[in-house]
């Protein structure tokens, strides 16, 4: 069955930095396209960034564009999310998802002072 853990989430500090993992796993990983959206709480879904089959195309929100990377590594069927610089506005829970039918359980990011 189709599977996607994520982690590397927590609390940090405003101008901080946390990699977010995301564990795949019942698909053909290296055959789709990945995504990572967030929400904050109280607040609506938010597209943060995503990431074609081989790396070779990525696309960012301006309001991460510049401080997050997405990146993937196929022989390890495991999605990333660099990201740095953080400010408070980032707090959320952060999903790695096969959109759009299977999403992960997310992991929480906090960033506070």
């Known amino acids: 069955q189709v599977q996607l853990v994520e982690s590397g989430g927590g609390l940090v500090q405003p101008g901080g930095s946390l990699r977010l993992s995301c564990a795949a796993s019942?698909?053909?990983?290296?055959?789709?396209?990945m995504y990572w959206v967030r929400q904050a709480p109280g607040k609506g879904l938010e597209w943060v960034s995503h990431?074609?089959?081989?790396?070779?195309?990525?696309y960012y929100a301006d309001s991460v564009k510049g401080r997050f990377t997405i990146s993937r590594d196929n022989a390890k069927n495991t999605l990333y999310l660099q990201m740095n610089s953080l400010k408070s506005e980032d707090t959320a829970v952060y999903y790695c998802?096969?959109?759009?039918?299977?999403w992960g359980q997310g992991t929480q990011v906090t960033v506070s002072s």
């Open positions: 019942g698909f053909t990983f290296s055959a789709y396209w």
């Open positions: 990431i074609n089959t081989d790396s070779d195309s990525t």
């Open positions: 998802a096969k959109l759009p039918t299977y």
